[in-house]
């Protein structure tokens, strides 16, 4: 069997996208859990729904860990690897920690997809944890209808070194270190309408780690950071808002978009899970009356593994933007935050 040929994305989750269950749905299952005794040595739970749990070890050392997995949203089993580990480490990075160790999490139709495409799959996420510093130490397989993969990914942090997401000060700037557009893009994948240039285009933005950014905004005074992805950008930018207590301005023209994401919305290739982050965010959002409901549904884009969304102090942003671009880092900035509507978002 030529893997190659393989249409990876046509064994993905049908009728569906694959996307995180929507926060809105979430919460109602947490808050129906009993509740547990605190632990003081959790330093970051599920209080704020943030990227990664934090849990003190001693004075100087916290465990940072993670897990996360989907369904194929590209055709190329490699590809699909890189993608899945690049996804799953990034909210260490998100966190301001260090990736340590990976565990493997895969689900795989073992008797009807030949055996090399799943050899694929680990070797591209065993090249990207290569690349992270990332050591693998194991992980867990079922036989299933349809192809999964992720990891569960732990990380080392000083814990007076946490970054989380509710910690952005009124006067923040926020800088975005990668285009969205993603969801929409990988919808389109699906039903074979892009080029192979644009389906190598966002492939590269989505298996691109975030370790550059990370190490360059540690020497600043980040206030918040968190990774963009299955909420959207407007999803995890009201997460910060809320947590924190502070009000987004969010620039829509500064955002960077992939090229051709606003045509093929028009078209129609707009993920459930995009139209669910809409429907549950815009209650919380006010929207200039010049952007459409396309434009609208763009920025609530459903990402896989996204850029960061960092809040930094707003005198240092455009020195970190800088150091950021000359890593070869696609940032800008694309908001701020203020004391004014706290827990909401205003689209510029």
Not at 65 to 72: I, M
Not at 178 to 184: F, L, N, R, T, W
Not at 217 to 231: R, Y
Not at 314 to 325: I, V
């Amino acid at each position: 069997m030529n893997t190659d040929k393989v249409k990876l994305t046509s064994y993905s989750t049908k009728g569906g996208c694959g996307c995180k269950i929507g926060p809105g749905d979430l919460s109602q299952v947490l808050r129906s859990l009993p509740s547990i005794t605190p632990d003081p040595n959790l330093l970051v739970g599920t209080d704020t729904s943030d990227d990664a749990g934090v849990y003190k070890l001693n004075d100087e050392l916290a465990l940072v860990q993670t897990v996360d997995f989907f369904t194929p949203i590209v055709d190329d089993p490699y590809s699909f690897g890189q993608v899945a580990a690049a996804n799953a480490i990034s909210d260490i990075y998100a966190m301001g920690g260090k990736p340590l160790t990976a565990l493997n999490i895969v689900a795989f139709p073992i008797r009807t997809l030949d055996k090399q495409v799943l050899a694929d799959i680990l070797r591209g996420a065993g090249d990207k944890m290569k690349e992270a510093g990332v050591t693998l130490v194991g992980g867990h397989s079922i036989d299933d209808n349809e192809p999964k993969f992720g990891l569960a990914v732990t990380g080392l942090i000083h814990p007076d070194k946490v970054r989380t997401n509710a910690g952005a000060l009124p006067g923040d700037k926020l800088i975005l270190t990668k285009p969205i557009g993603v969801g929409i893009m990988t919808t389109a994948i699906k039903k074979d309408k892009l080029s192979e240039a644009e389906v190598g285009r966002v492939t590269e933005v989505m298996a691109t780690l975030n370790k550059t950014a990370a190490e360059k905004m540690e020497p600043f005074n980040v206030h918040a950071c968190t990774d963009v992805t299955g909420f959207g950008l407007l999803g995890h930018a009201l997460e910060m808002a809320k947590g924190s207590g502070v009000g987004i301005k969010i620039s829509a023209s500064s955002v960077p978009v992939l090229p051709r994401v606003r045509e093929l919305a028009e078209e129609g290739f707009v993920p459930g899970g995009t139209k669910n982050n809409y429907a549950h965010v815009r209650d919380s959002i006010t929207f200039p009356e010049s952007l459409d409901e396309i434009g609208q549904w763009i920025l609530c884009d459903a990402v896989t593994s996204g850029g960061l969304l960092i809040s930094v102090a707003g005198d240092q942003a455009e020195e970190l933007l800088s150091s950021l671009k000359q890593s070869g880092v696609e940032a800008g900035i694309i908001g701020e935050t203020t004391i004014d509507h706290p827990g909401r978002i205003v689209v510029l």
